[in-house]
């Protein structure tokens, strides 16, 4: 059974002070059992939040991480940085890494490497643009993209990573694919991990949505049976929000 996971990423939104804030909010309320729940923080606001999450359930998450563990990589973190202050996932490649931050395939790959030999659970973000799309060559960056990140990764630390699948067209344009489109690109990234790994690794791995996810949109998309969560942008700054989206995914099906 596969445990869904619902992650909250805040990009470049909130202070530390608005993060206690929302932390204090989610106090008020009993999240499920049976659900991950993540908040993915700007960096700033990660110590206030390894202290106002307590209680909550809600696990810890970093926006990006650097390949080594130390050096003079001015505005970078490492894994042992962010270990040591509670952070416990990470994301990796996202869309907005790869555009505006010359992010490849290759960062992507030792990335999720030092992410792994670190003891951070990696969320790796895959997916295809508007142009890909209409091109008819979905499949054939998705696939790409996660075998040049799990390139040479053993099946049992495959079988740790949470892999986004963010269709670029999606994010943030309040257009979201179709459950039925999400899950057959899903369906597809499970076959690839099973023909990186095996049949057995693949059925672990937990596959995520994300793309303008909403409360109102999430109980379709996690109705299919290879969607085990999302990653989550607006609707995840509002605490009420996020708390409706964690509900949602209290899910009583064998995946």
Known sequence: MRTPVIAGNWKMYKTPEE????????????????????????????????????????????????????????????????????????IIGHSERRAYFAETDETVHRKLKAALAGGLVPIVCVGETLEEREQGRTKEV???????????????????????????????????????????????IRDTVASLTDAS??????????????PDNIRELLDMPNIDGALVGGASLDPASFIKLVQAAEAGDDR
């Open 142 to 188: 998705v696939r790409q993209q996660v075998e040049k990140a799990l390139q040479g990764i053993s099946a049992e630390d495959a079988a740790r990573v949470i892999i986004a699948y963010e269709p670029v067209w999606a994010i943030g344009t309040g257009r979201a694919a179709t459950a039925q489109d999400a899950e057959e690109v899903i369906a597809f």
């Open 19 to 90: 993060a206690e804030a929302f932390a204090a909010a989610l106090h008020d309320t009993r999240l499920p059992d049976g659900v991950e729940a993540v908040i993915c923080a700007p960096f700033v606001a990660l110590p206030a939040l390894r202290k106002a999450l307590e209680g909550t359930g809600v696990g810890l998450g970093a926006q990006n991480v650097h390949w080594e563990r130390e050096g003079a990589f001015t505005g970078e973190i490492s894994v042992p940085m962010l270990r040591a202050i509670g952070v416990k996932y990470a």
């Open 201 to 214: 690794t693949a059925a672990a791995v937990r596959i995520q949505y994300g793309g303008s996810v909403k």
